[in-house]
């Protein structure tokens, strides 16, 4: 069975051009995969966000949330999100491919599944009519997250996405 890798983040970074992941969280992915550039990038999978416009810079939220602190980045219209994850759900369980798709975070995997996974774990999801959607947590990249700045979770992550595409075939040119 043919397998097609769809790489899904909240949405179109402020700093990028408007296509999904053109920010600082698709360079990473980009030095994270190995391409050469965005376009080879883009040649090689199928970039999507879960919503089509980019967040708010001015968060609306409280200024604390338990311990943590708010940022602008923080902002993300959950409820818009579980009704267009829902959609594009529905729409990749229709493709007669095998879906596999690398959720950006937690939140984008709230908005495909509707649970939290664990990170780097992944849920088959399967539609009324027998297809099947594989939704795997990869770390949001973006450069706010204070994950990246460990060298072991650079590396665990690279691990990771080599073997996602060995165990589903995926080659890139």
């Known amino acids: ?13 402020r700093s990028g051009d408007g296509r999904p992941l053109t920010g600082p969280s698709g360079k990473r992915l ?6 050469r550039d965005y376009e080879h990038m883009a ?29 602008a980045g923080d ?23 095998h879906p596999v798709v690398l959720a950006l975070g937690v939140d984008v995997c709230v908005a495909l599944t509707g649970r939290k996974i664990k990170r780097y774990k992944g849920k088959a999801l399967r539609g009324p009519d027998g297809h099947t959607v594989d939704v795997w947590h990869f770390p949001h990249p973006s ?11 650079v590396a665990r992550a690279e691990k990771f996405l080599r073997a996602l595409l060995k165990r589903y075939s995926i080659a890139f040119e």
């Open 1 to 13: 069975m043919e397998h097609q890798l769809y790489i899904c983040g909240q949405a179109p970074s």
């Open 43 to 71: 040649s090689e999978v199928t970039l999507m966000n879960v919503l089509d416009r980019p967040q708010s810079n001015i968060c609306q939220m409280p200024a604390r949330r338990g311990n943590k602190k708010w940022h």
């Open 143 to 153: 450069g706010a997250s204070h994950y990246w700045n460990d060298p072991s979770n």
């Open 30 to 35: 980009v030095k994270l995969f190995g391409f």
């Open 75 to 97: 902002e993300f219209d959950r409820d818009e999100a579980a009704v267009k994850g829902f959609g594009l759900m529905l729409e990749l369980m229709s493709a007669s491919h």
